[in-house]
């Protein structure tokens, strides 16, 4: 339960590949610090370090379930260091560079706010409470550092030390009363720990009556207890304080270094680590009351660490080495003992595979949600909440977030587009003169390869043609799209549904004409999203639903040359398109996600030519050839809210710039016109390959 009651940044070698850029950059970046967990474990923040740029680093709000992250941009600021995450996991406190020396800030929903100490140097912001609307942090100042407490109602305030030059303060309590740490004493060099409550306004309890130095880094909800390190010689022990008074809790039988790392919501239990007699690191709890600390033992190695506690104090979890002196992530309750986290998914149904824990570093407040790093040095979230059992990779986990996302949105962009300009890609073959009717009946059927899926791609229509005269010819289509694409991380993706698109083609001199038309279509999306659940392809499906609609206007100089009996026909034309992908939450699955309402659209300029040679007197060969260009740089990103906190993702990045080739004939039979056409694209917003079919009579 890493919360505003403790402080610590917790190091480690995980890595995480980074959602918030493109695919190409998730493989080029590393997680180096998981600093803090929510309360619900849906909220981790972490640094990242990004290989693309070699010395970059920056810090993350990631969502556990979504797998979704929201950067913390400093904005101008050259230097920026996170430091705690509030129980809720909406507000981050930390220090950022403001050109005027370091400045302490707290963050919430993307707005920093920075925290004003009168005459300091420099701040630092060290915790926050459970809410975020309180925080301490340390000063400096010309000759001393002063610890301060702010608020969101009274801004900043210091907290007065022991008679010394320096106070540091190291966590606040849940509620935001009372601020724990250490201040040198009158005598300088001597550091005592002490208790400051916000209603006292001064340093109300020097603590320490037993140590020769003494810091308190942990506070109970309440503030009603306390735990730190005392030190007296080359003994460091663990105390434990209320106000009844100062405990030695003593410390494993080794004079070297002991660490208190956690402490359970009311202060009932405290955990850590520490050295025993042989000089081995070694897990321990202590629980108020108790005359000493309990061995929390080891998984059968030498050593071991705790990190973290849950709200009550029934689950610990750090890493241990085990018989093997391989180190292992760890979850430990009294019933259980301790065992791998490996371990724990398993007896409750979960099946691990190849993946390794190296670590247990943050647990969620209820226990079921661990985070930590894996053998590999990726980050891995397991969890066992009801029937979502189950451990990510969230190197691989990430990408199926991402593709589905993707697929669903750029659909409905790419079924206008084939319509516009595949079963309408041929507007100079269906003009009527004046009172002249023509129907017909379009099936396109098509195969597209993308970076996240592949499959095909059916859409057939009929239509209505009317010659309005003035060399006009107005046309309205109805028709239905159907896609299945199989995604490349395992399930598939299926849209179907209807659409309605008018045009009309004008003579505008010269024999010159121009195409103005629309489209509007409606259409579900199922999807079955899978992903590496430990040892097994686990899903999750969703269903939702898109609009979209698309605007094109299209200019032809039909017949403009004529070489060797072949008519040539060149044309340019400039298509809108939107659409919108309603909210939905998948459901089954140990890790389903929820996606917010997407929006996208796409602008597409094309440059082509279109050839008719006749072959006899009903046959004619038709050829098409197409340069096309798509403006804008990335597609539109994917926005999930959980737990009341809104995540953006960006997009990926567009290809700009594809060409397209077709190759087909048309013959005269059965009263009307029957024509078919293959057309292969390089890759780009349209499909990969695709036959277009048409059958039209006019009368």
Known sequence: MLSSSKCRNLLSSSALAVLAFSAASQANAASSGLIGLSGDGLILLERVYDQN??????????NTLTGVQTRLDAQSSNWL????????????????STGNGDTAFVWTGGVFTDIDVAGARSSFGIAINANGTAATGNAEFLNTAEAFYWTKATGARLITGLGGARTQSYAISADGSTVVGNSERAARGTYHAFVWTANGGTIDIDVDNKFDWSLANLVSSNGSAVAGTGNTGNSTSL??????????????????????????????????????????????????????????????????????????????VGQSRDGSNTTRGFRYTDATGMQTVEQWLAANGGTVGDLKTATAELVSDDGNVIVGSTSDYTTYIARVEGEQV????????????????????????????????????????NLLSAGQVSVWGTVDGGYDNTE?????????????????????????????????????????????????????????????????????????????????????????????????????????????????????????????TSTKVDAYTEEGGAFPVSYGEAKDHATIARLGVDFVHPLTDTVRLLAKAEADYQF???????????????????????????????????????????????????????????VRSNFTVKF
Do not use: C
């Open 390 to 429: 189950g451990i990510i990779d969230t190197a691989k986990f990430l990408p199926t977030v991402a593709a589905v996302g993707d697929v669903v949105v750029q659909n409905g962009i790419s079924h206008a587009d084939t319509v516009m300009f595949g079963a309408q890609g041929a507007p100079m073959r």
């Open 239 to 316: 105390f434990y304080w209320t106000s009844a008074g100062m405990v030695d809790a003593g410390n494993l039988g080794g004079n070297g270094y002991l660490s208190a790392a956690a402490m359970s919501r009311d202060g009932g239990v405290v955990t850590g680590y520490g050295n025993d007699a042989t000089g081995h690191s070694q897990a321990f709890k202590y629980t108020a009351g108790d005359t000493g600390l309990t061995n929390l033992g080891t998984l059968g190695g030498s050593e071991s660490m705790a990190y973290d506690i849950n709200a009550d104090g029934t689950v610990i």
């Open 53 to 62: 740029s070699s010395s970059s680093a920056y810090y993350a709000l990631t």
């Open 452 to 576: 996240n899926a592949d499959g095909g791609l059916g859409l057939g229509e009929f239509g209505l043609g009317y010659g309005l005269g003035g060399s006009a010819t107005a046309r309205l289509s109805l028709g239905g799209v159907y896609n299945k694409q199989d995604l490349d991380a395992g399930g598939d993706i299926k849209q179907r549904g209807f659409y309605v698109s008018p045009e009309v083609s004008v003579d505008v001199g010269s024999n010159v004409f121009v195409t103005v038309g629309g489209y509007w279509g409606r259409s579900s999306i199922d999807t079955h999203r899978g992903y590496a659940n430990g040892a097994t392809l686990d899903f999750s499906d969703g269903d939702t639903d898109a609009t979209t609609w698309g605007a094109k206007i299209r200019a032809d100089w039909l017949d403009a040359v004529t070489i060797n009996n072949t008519a040539i026909t060149p044309y340019t034309a400039l298509s809108y």
């Open 632 to 690: 804008g740089g990335r597609a539109a990103g994917t926005q999930a809210t959980v737990a009341g906190i809104d995540f953006d993702l960006d997009g990926a990045d567009r290809r700009n710039f594809w060409v397209r080739g077709g190759i087909g004939a048309e013959f005269d039979v059965g009263g009307g016109t029957a024509s078919i056409m293959v057309n292969g694209t390089t890759k780009g917003a349209d499909p990969d390959i695709w």
């Open 81 to 96: 260091h996170a430091n705690a995450l509030s129980n809720d996991g909406k507000t981050v406190i930390g220090a950022r």
